[in-house]
């Protein structure tokens, strides 16, 4: 019978959530990484067991975890064996350097600073991590100040993909609140050179050449807070998702707006529609059905909880436009929490399960793409992001 | 011999249990003590020191014998009685935040 591993990463340390195919009793472990924040863990498509996983400190920096056996043991993988004779771990906590070689890098340049002066980038946290969909060894890590970099010996070891941020707009990008970070890594299926990401502000960049080279895709987007509010970079998008089965159609979560592009990002129209507010930072697509796709509507840039003190997901079966509020078994009185950008999952079973996390600590999960929801945990640490393995 | 003590979290980190105990080879100082605990617990690398500039995190302080040692030089000799072991070099998580 197939399972469902839910990796849920806190302000706190991590968890996982576990599950058979009815998504009705759950295993909880955990807490991993204890008193770290742990903004991501994602799984290997090719190997389940293998997990990586982000475990950040502004006291203590960066610290990449690795899995083998699905969550039960973890490493720090850097540099030679996993325990030394004297069961010490043997591995630095993963290096993240910028490429300045003059042979494959660039200048770091600045990006502009909440102020608007300029700031030399500097490396603060891992937001994302994206494994490959061919070799469990090579992943890719969206970071703070925003950059892409790519492991190909499961983490030991990180480079730097430099087009991105030597693409020469970097002096327009500029930090949202939550920093300049690179929060959003699409691998496309379809076309293994192509690669989507997203970086708050700055906006949506794909590459067509396996990461040597990027171009901004931001058209039709518009922002406020900018001088030119159609510009070329800038944008603060939040985050974007794009069903597998339908490589290319991509749905993004703005700032203000939810946004659709059928042209792989070349151009963007918004389909908020009948939304009750198209702020908000999380969006995905349904597993089987590729114009379903779910948001969850915050009130505002400076109210960061859901709208009417009503936990509300909503749903579009038509690409957006056109939504429906799912409630059924969500708070919909004195609910004041945040889902934050990387907070929400499907599965990938016969019957799609959506699942979520907010910032009070509860994950829910619908085992029925939405038409009803049941809390798995109530009382985690805030919930910075949630994955799904489904697990035959 | 130098005994240092860390914050939980980093003990955590490297699967320490309690207080560590390091030989030094040379003139105990702030470079020398990190270089021993860098090389005895690799997965500290980073946590204490910023990879590249090796400059002290920010967040994290050093104290010892009842002094914040967190702005004194690098290569700067450390107290005697922590030199000889009998004051520990104390790293701690600065109360920002926390």
């Excluded at chain 1, 742990?38 to 960066?62: C, E, F, M």
């Excluded at chain 1, 159609?249 to 009948?274: I, T, Y």
């Excluded at chain 2, 090389?39 to 500290?44: D, E, H, N, Q």
């Excluded at chain 2, 090796?54 to 107290?79: I, M, N």
Aim: proline fraction near 7%; charged fraction near 25%.
């Amino acid at each position: 019978m197939s399972r469902v591993r839910v990796l849920v990463g806190t302000r706190k340390g991590a968890f996982i959530l576990e599950s058979d195919g009815k998504r009705e009793k759950w295993e909880v472990s955990g807490p991993l990484f204890t008193g770290w924040e742990v903004y991501h863990l994602k799984g290997s498509p090719v190997d389940p067991n293998r997990i990586y996983a982000s475990q950040t400190s502004s006291w203590s920096g960066q610290v990449i975890q690795r899995s083998s056996d699905g969550g039960k043991t973890w490493e720090t993988p850097g540099g030679g064996p996993t325990m030394s004779p004297q069961g010490f771990p043997v591995g630095e906590s993963n290096k993240f350097v910028y490429d300045t070689s003059e042979e494959t890098g660039k200048p770091l340049t600045t990006h502009q600073f909440y102020d608007g002066t300029q700031h030399p980038w500097e490396f603060k946290r891992v937001w994302h991590l994206e494994p490959s969909l061919t070799d469990p060894d090579t992943v890719y890590a969206g970071v703070e100040d925003a950059a892409l970099f790519r492991s190909t010996d499961g983490a030991h070891s990180w480079q730097e993909l430099p087009g991105l941020r030597g693409h020469g707009t970097g002096p327009k990008w500029q930090p949202g609140a939550g920093g300049m970070c690179l929060h959003t890594v699409i691998l496309d299926p379809r076309d293994l050179g192509r690669i989507f990401i997203a970086i708050s502000a700055a906006g949506a960049f794909r590459t067509d050449d396996g990461g040597k080279t990027w171009k901004p895709i931001n058209k039709g987007l518009r922002s406020q807070f900018l001088p030119d509010q159609d510009a070329d970079v800038g944008h603060c998008v939040h985050h974007v998702a794009m069903s597998p089965y339908r490589p290319g159609v991509l749905f993004m979560q703005k700032h203000w707006d939810v946004m659709r592009s059928d042209d792989a990002g070349d151009n963007w129209r918004e389909v908020s529609g009948n939304l009750p507010t198209d702020f908000g930072f999380v969006i995905d697509v349904h597993a089987h059905e590729p114009e379903t796709i779910y948001v969850v509507p915050i009130k505002s840039d400076a109210e960061h909880f859901v709208h009417e003190g009503k936990l509300r997901v909503y749903r579009s079966r038509t690409g957006g436009n056109e939504w429906e509020p799912l409630t059924k078994g969500l708070p919909q009185s004195n609910c004041y929490v945040n889902v934050l950008r990387d907070a929400i999952a499907v599965d990938s079973l016969d019957k799609c399960g959506v699942y979520f996390g907010t910032t009070g600590g509860q994950v829910y999960v619908s085992p029925d793409a939405g038409d009803s929801w049941a809390p798995i945990v109530h009382d985690l640490p805030a919930v910075l992001s949630v994955e799904v393995q489904t697990l035959s | 011999m130098i005994r240092l003590e860390l914050p939980s979290h980093l003990r955590a980190l490297a699967h320490i249990d309690s207080e560590v105990q390091l030989e030094i080879q040379g003139p105990a100082t702030q470079r020398s003590v990190l270089d021993a605990l860098e090389a005895r617990y690799p997965a500290l690398k980073g946590t204490i020191r910023d990879h590249v500039t090796k400059e002290r995190r920010p967040f994290l302080r050093f104290f010892a014998c009842e002094e914040d040692l967190s702005h004194e030089p690098p290569d700067a000799a450390l107290p005697d009685a922590v030199a000889s072991g009998k004051e520990p070099f104390l790293i701690i998580g600065a109360v920002a935040g926390g």
